[in-house]
T-cell receptor
Framework: AQSVSQHNHHVILSEAASLELGCNYS??????LFWYVQYPGQHLQLLLK??????LVKGIKGFEAEFIKSKFSFNLRKPSVQWSDTAEYFC???????????FGRGTSLIVHP | EAGVTQSPTHLIKTRGQQVTLRCSPI?????VYWYQQALGLGLQFLLW???????NRGNFPPRFSGRQFPNYSSELNVNALELEDSALYLC?????????????FGPGTRLTVT
C-alpha cells in the first residue's frame, strides 16, 4: 500500500529563516502530489499541487515544492518564513488515476517573530 | 462561493452511543470524502461518495457508514462508539470529472467519546 512519510514532525524557526519540509512516498508509478496547510483555527487548504510538467511548482504565499521522481520526494520550501506561516503542513499523494489521496502525518511549524 | 460546511462543530457522546455527522459540499462538486484526524496520526481516509454511491472505503470497521443524498450532501454515521473514535472528522469535496483531484475541506466536527 502507498505510504507517505513526513520526516519532520515539529519544526521551530525564527522569522526570515529558510524552510524545507520533507515528503517521501512509496508508490513507483504516476503520482499526483499535494501540499495542504492548516492554519490555527482554519480549514485545511491547498498550498500547491503537481500533476505533470515542470517539477518545480510554485504555490501561494511564496511556497514552492520540487518533485524529484528518482528520490520519490516532493519537498516543500520557502526562502524566508514569516510568523504567519505558523501552521500544520500535510503532504498528500494520489497514485495515478486514484481519487483517494494518502496523507502524511503532518509537520507542525512554529515561527517565532 | 460558499465552502464545504459541516455540522455540528463539536459533539460529546458516551461509549456505545451512535452519532451522525453532516457535510454539504461546494456547489457543483459531486464527490464527498470523509477523513478521521486523530491526534498525531494525520488524516485517515474513511469513505468516498460520488453521485450518490459509495465508491471506496478505508480500513475502518463496518460501524462507520454513511450515505450521499441527491443534492450531494452527505452523512457519516458511527455506531457503537468507542473511546478511540474521539477525533476530528473532516469532510472534503471535489469534482471527479476531468481529473480534478484537488479536495476542498470543511472545518471538521470534533467528536469526543467519554
Amino acid at each position: 500500500a502507498q505510504s507517505v512519510s513526513q520526516h519532520n514532525h515539529h519544526v521551530i524557526l525564527s522569522e526570515a529563516a529558510s524552510l524545507e519540509l520533507g515528503c517521501n512516498y512509496s508508490y513507483g508509478g504516476t503520482v499526483n502530489l499535494f501540499w495542504y496547510v492548516q492554519y490555527p483555527g482554519q480549514h485545511l487548504q491547498l498550498l500547491l499541487k503537481y500533476f505533470s510538467g515542470d517539477p518545480l511548482v510554485k504555490g501561494i504565499k511564496g511556497f514552492e515544492a520540487e518533485f524529484i521522481k528518482s528520490k520519490f520526494s516532493f519537498n516543500l520550501r520557502k526562502p524566508s518564513v514569516q510568523w504567519s506561516d505558523t501552521a500544520e503542513y500535510f503532504c498528500a499523494v494520489n497514485e495515478g488515476g486514484s481519487y483517494i489521496p494518502t496523507f502524511g502525518r503532518g509537520t507542525s511549524l512554529i515561527v517565532h517573530p | 462561493e460558499a465552502g464545504v460546511t459541516q455540522s455540528p462543530t463539536h459533539l460529546i457522546k458516551t461509549r456505545g452511543q451512535q452519532v451522525t455527522l453532516r457535510c454539504s459540499p461546494i456547489s457543483g462538486h459531486t464527490s464527498v470524502y470523509w477523513y478521521q484526524q486523530a491526534l498525531g496520526l494525520g488524516l485517515q481516509f474513511l469513505l468516498w461518495y460520488d453521485e450518490g454511491e459509495e465508491r471506496n472505503r478505508g480500513n475502518f470497521p463496518p460501524r462507520f457508514s454513511g450515505r450521499q443524498f441527491p443534492n450531494y450532501s452527505s452523512e457519516l454515521n458511527v455506531n457503537a462508539l468507542e473511546l478511540e473514535d474521539s477525533a476530528l472528522y473532516l469532510c472534503a469535496s471535489s469534482f471527479t470529472a476531468g481529473g480534478h483531484y484537488e479536495q476542498y475541506f470543511g472545518p471538521g466536527t470534533r467528536l469526543t467519546v467519554t
